[in-house]
């Protein structure tokens, strides 16, 4: 990248408009069976937005916190969320998708991380849960580094591309989250950053930038 500013990414919370760039993403047929485990139909613009309307419920209380990952220059390149967040359990599930032509850039282990600490320190979750194909390598290798653990697998309970594959279930507990964290940060390189907001703050920022806030 040949401008520092490009290196920088934000989360903003995701809006009904945002479904217009995203639904093409999900009309590619291999990404739609390696990702996505409900659907195995590509979806229009009104399909779709029909399958996210609880997302915008004016009143907040839908249990889904979905996020899009925004460039600097205000390009959605990818998605990250939690879904069915108790407040009872205090869990939810977290997924996360990237799009293809600015994969094998950090910005899912970056936007993931930063949702993970969103939920155990804004939420104040205590578990998080994610599924992957058993075939998908890269889900796989994020969220073994995220520290989330294989706690199970439901054979055949995936179907894509004519074969039933695995489902792999896995957990990340928050104190799971504070043994990788820091580890983790340091591994990452500090050149791409994800963070909240327009303007960015750096104890919201993956990798974490400082303590907190000036």
């Not at 229009?44 to 907040?60: H, I, K, M, Y």
Request: include cysteine.
């Amino acid at each position: 990248m040949s401008d520092k500013s490009d290196s920088v990414f934000k989360l903003r919370p995701l809006e009904k408009t945002d479904l217009e760039v995203i639904t093409p993403w999900f009309q590619d047929i291999e990404d739609l069976g390696r990702f996505d485990r409900t659907s195995r139909i590509p979806l229009n613009l009104a399909q779709t937005e029909d399958v996210w309307r609880d997302a915008f419920s004016a009143s907040g209380n839908s249990g889904k916190c979905w996020f899009v990952v925004e460039s600097n220059s205000g390009q959605v390149v990818g998605i990250v969320g939690l879904e069915a967040i108790s407040l009872v359990n205090r869990d939810a599930i977290i997924a996360m998708f990237v799009e293809k032509s600015v994969r094998r850039l950090g910005l899912a282990i970056r936007a993931t991380a930063l949702v993970a600490d969103f939920a155990f320190r804004q939420l104040g979750l205590n578990r998080l849960t994610s599924y992957y194909r058993q075939d998908n390598h890269i889900s796989r290798d994020l969220v073994e580094r995220l520290g989330c653990q294989v706690e199970g697998t439901m054979r055949q309970a995936w179907f894509s591309d004519g074969t039933f594959h695995d489902m792999i279930v896995v957990g990340l507990l928050r104190q799971d989250w504070m043994n990788t964290r820091q580890t983790l940060a340091k591994s990452i390189s500090s050149e791409t950053v994800v963070t909240f907001g327009a303007n960015g703050c750096p104890s919201w920022s993956w990798p974490p930038q400082v303590d907190k806030c000036d």
